[in-house]
């Protein structure tokens, strides 16, 4: 049987998905990770590994990303291209993002880089909503990172 996308149980569900995913790139570049209960089941499993972080459980990854994004003056996730599949209670999702970042200098100014690529989610409706259940941070592309400099760095 054929899904009519344009039924307005679909159109919901798909809005419902969208403002999760949003949701995420608006708790992160305000730092209240906290709230990624929001966004994510309680088992959920979040992998940044491609971005050269970790796979973890929520409470993990959660802590880690408060720690790699604490120095971070400017955090900005912008998503788009929502192509959401929906079958009943689950559903996948997979959106592009677009992610400058700032880091302060010695000299107090910011070094800005651009990264990018894609989230892929598996998603489960739950009774508090729509949740992504299993993520993986595709990254696809990383420009301008900032080098550190020579004084910079301790022994």
Same mark, same amino acid.
């Given at each position: 049987?054929?899904?009519?996308?344009?039924?307005?149980?679909?159109?919901?569900?798909?809005?419902?998905?969208?403002?999760?995913?949003?949701?995420?790139?608006?708790?992160?570049?305000?730092?209240?990770?906290?709230?990624?209960?929001?966004?994510?089941? &309680?088992?959920? $499993?979040?992998?940044?590994?491609?971005?050269? @972080?970790?796979? =973890?459980?929520?409470?993990? !990854? +959660?802590?880690?990303?408060?720690?790699?994004?604490?120095?971070?003056?400017?955090?900005?996730?912008?998503?788009?291209?929502?192509?959401?599949?929906?079958?009943?209670?689950? &559903?996948?999702? $997979?959106?592009?993002?677009?992610?400058?970042? @700032?880091?302060? =200098?010695?000299?107090?100014? !910011? +070094?800005?880089?651009?990264?990018?690529?894609?989230?892929?989610?598996?998603?489960?409706?739950?009774?508090?909503?729509?949740?992504?259940?299993?993520?993986?941070?595709?990254?696809?592309?990383?420009?301008?990172?900032?080098?550190?400099?020579?004084?910079?760095?301790?022994?």
């Amino acid at each position: 049987m054929a899904i009519d996308e344009t039924s307005f149980a679909h159109v919901v569900d798909r809005l419902a998905i969208e403002a999760v995913l949003v949701r995420y790139a608006t708790l992160i570049d305000t730092k209240q990770f906290d709230g990624l209960r929001e966004v994510f089941s &309680a088992d959920a $499993v979040v992998d940044y590994t491609s971005a050269g @972080g970790i796979k =973890g459980s929520l409470a993990e !990854v +959660s802590a880690w990303l408060a720690t790699v994004l604490a120095p971070f003056t400017v955090v900005q996730h912008l998503v788009a291209n929502f192509a959401i599949e929906i079958d009943g209670d689950r &559903a996948r999702s $997979v959106c592009y993002f677009h992610n400058p970042m @700032g880091l302060p =200098g010695p000299d107090g100014t !910011v +070094s800005i880089f651009w990264c990018g690529g894609r989230y892929i989610d598996e998603l489960v409706r739950t009774p508090e909503g729509w949740r992504s259940c299993h993520r993986v941070d595709e990254g696809q592309d990383l420009h301008g990172l900032p080098t550190p400099s020579p004084s910079s760095h301790r022994d």
